[in-house]
Structures are given as structure tokens and as C-alpha cells.
């Protein structure tokens, strides 16, 4: 069965870079029509999508954040590593991975990661 | 920027209600509109995805319909563990709605 978790730090300090990695099981992101997306959550909020990243390394990212994210993969090692640059207060929130199926719906999620950003 | 809007943003239930949320785009479209239910400190769940097809696992009393312009989510008869957070997902803009609380009366 398809699995994913989220990793990394807890903590971040304003303007400082955040890099979250997926780990996921169950699924070949080499596979033709594959896909792994990043959401996060504030607290008390509805999920905001973040980014995607599709087998053939075609990557999508939301407007408002595409000067601050990057996505990448590493298909051998079923992971894939969310950065955040420039940190700040309001990215407090629970950032989630999560596998998409081919008709683009978010069907798989990793438990979500709570990333606090102090000032 | 597409908007998405949940009505009602709450409401109060007892067990074996029958109780229905309405979701819509700024578009008006009712295509590609997804329904996940999340509950306190858990991941959301996919529910209906494709106007109407239910997530492997998810119960019947759970049906996703649309009307004009309207894309609804029906529990006929609310059961315990349906007391959650119901939200909707525009896949085109990758748009979440506010959400619906549906909470013990």
C-alpha cells in the first residue's frame, strides 16, 4: 500500500531556509503518471498547496510562493525534499506530502510535519 | 485567482441526521472538485473525488452531487466518526475552500 512521511526540522528561525523531505513507499515516482505534491496547513486553516513534481521532472508551484520553494526528487532513494527559503512567522503550519493520482487528486497523505518559525 | 466557498462554514448535528455542505468555484464550474474530511490533528482524507466516486473504504451514507452551479457532499444518516472538518479542493487552481464544521449538537 502507498505510505508517505514527512521529515524534518520542528523549529525554524525567521529568514533561515527550510528543507522538509517526503519519504514514500508503494509507488515509483519513475512510473509514467506519477506524482508527489506538497501542502501545508495553518493552524486553524484550510491546506494551501505548495508544489508538485511529476515523474518526468515537470514541476508546478503555487504563484504566490514559486520565488521562495523547490522541489526535487531522488527516485532511487522514493523521496522527495521541499526547500523554503526566507523564512517567516506566518509559514508556522503542518506541511504535508502527498501522492497524486493521475485524474490529479490528492488520494495518499503522509501524517504532516508541524514546522514552527520563531522570530 | 479562482475562489473557492463552503457553505455552511458550521453547523450542529445530532447522530442520524441527514445533513448536506455546498461547495463553489468563482468559476462556477462543478468539474474537478474533490471532497476530503480531516479530523483534529490527523491528515485529510480523500472522500469523493469525480463528482461522485467515493474513496476506497468510504461508506455509502457519503454522496457527492452537483446542482447548476453547486457541487454538494450528502451524509445521509451523520454516524459518530463523521464529526470532522469536510473540506473542498478545485484541482485546477489547486484551490481549498474554507471548510465545513460539522459538529455534535
Known amino acids: 500500500q502507498i505510505t508517505l512521511k514527512e521529515s524534518g526540522p520542528t523549529l525554524v528561525k525567521t529568514t533561515q531556509t527550510l528543507t522538509l523531505t517526503c519519504t514514500f513507499s508503494g509507488f515509483s515516482l519513475s512510473n509514467s503518471g506519477m506524482a508527489v505534491g506538497w501542502l501545508r496547513q495553518p493552524p486553524g486553516k484550510a491546506p494551501e498547496w505548495l508544489a508538485l513534481?511529476?515523474?518526468?521532472?515537470?514541476?508546478r508551484y503555487s504563484p504566490s510562493l514559486k520565488s521562495r520553494i523547490t522541489i526535487t526528487k531522488d527516485t532511487s532513494k522514493n523521496q522527495v525534499v521541499l526547500t523554503v527559503t526566507n523564512m517567516d512567522p506566518l509559514d508556522t503550519a503542518t506541511y504535508y506530502c502527498?501522492?497524486?493520482?493521475?485524474?490529479?487528486?490528492?488520494?495518499?497523505w503522509g501524517p504532516g510535519t508541524l514546522v514552527a518559525v520563531s522570530s | 485567482a479562482v475562489q473557492v466557498t463552503q457553505s455552511p462554514s458550521s453547523l450542529s448535528a445530532s447522530v442520524g441526521d441527514r445533513v448536506t455542505l455546498t461547495c463553489r468555484t468563482s468559476l462556477g464550474l462543478t468539474s474537478s472538485l474533490v471532497w476530503y474530511q480531516q479530523k483534529p490533528g490527523k491528515a485529510p482524507k480523500l472522500l469523493v473525488y469525480d463528482d461522485f466516486n467515493l474513496a476506497a473504504g468510504v461508506p455509502s451514507r457519503f454522496r457527492g452531487s452537483t446542482s447548476g452551479t453547486d457541487v454538494t457532499l450528502t451524509i445521509s444518516s451523520l454516524q459518530p466518526e463523521d464529526f470532522a472538518t469536510y473540506y473542498c479542493h478545485y484541482l485546477g487552481a489547486f484551490t481549498f475552500g474554507p471548510g465545513t464544521i460539522v459538529d455534535i449538537k
Open positions: 513534481i511529476f515523474w518526468d521532472d515537470d514541476k
Open positions: 502527498a501522492h497524486r493520482m493521475v485524474r490529479g487528486v490528492f488520494d495518499y
